[in-house]
């Protein structure tokens, strides 16, 4: 079996300035768009290009999908979105993780915190602090099996964000 691979990735940062916006169509701001267009360029050769991208509905997490998208090779129009990404906890993560075709070995979920953060420390045997906007986690699972997924199932390879000096990474 080969290695399953998993990329966890926090909406960049986004905009408070309608205060009317419900809060699933909040579009990223500035900043936002332009971490969201720097962290898949940063890491371009060290991610390469996914074989699924699942988003939440909410508009900053998929435009924050898109860039990702864009940079790494995969059709944007090929991204799944699911509500289950939106503040449904890490059992709705959890679920649609659990169901990513068993050929798939590199995935790219895009959410929210708290829950993305709490599944980072769910998988991981390890503790984080949250995870900041536009923040990449990859971890490998260990039973190479997405079904398998459980409490410490994954190593860490690598947490990159916006702010974070560029380093040589795994």
């Known amino acids: 079996m080969r290695k399953k691979t998993l990329y966890l990735i926090r909406h960049a940062k986004s905009s408070w300035k309608d205060p009317e916006l419900h809060d699933r ?53 090929n991204i799944r979105v699911d509500k289950a990404l939106y503040f449904c906890g890490i059992e709705g993560y959890l679920r649609i993780l659990k169901n990513v075709p068993k050929e798939a070995r590199k995935i790219m979920l895009f959410g929210h915190n708290p829950d993305i953060s709490e599944l980072l420390d769910y998988l991981s045997p390890s503790e984080y602090e949250a995870m900041p906007t536009c923040a990449v986690a990859k971890l490998v699972i260990r039973d190479h099996t997405w079904r398998a997924l459980g409490p410490a199932c994954a190593e860490v390879v690598f947490i990159d964000a916006p702010k974070r000096i560029p380093q040589k990474l795994p």
């Not at 169509?25 to 290009?49: F, Q």
């Open 25 to 77: 169509e909040r579009p990223l701001n500035k900043r936002g768009h332009r971490n969201a267009a720097d962290m898949p360029a940063r890491l371009h050769d060290r991610i390469g290009s996914p074989e699924l991208i699942i988003s939440s509905p909410a508009k900053r997490a998929l435009t924050t999908a898109q860039y990702f998208a864009n940079e790494l090779d995969y059709p944007a129009v």
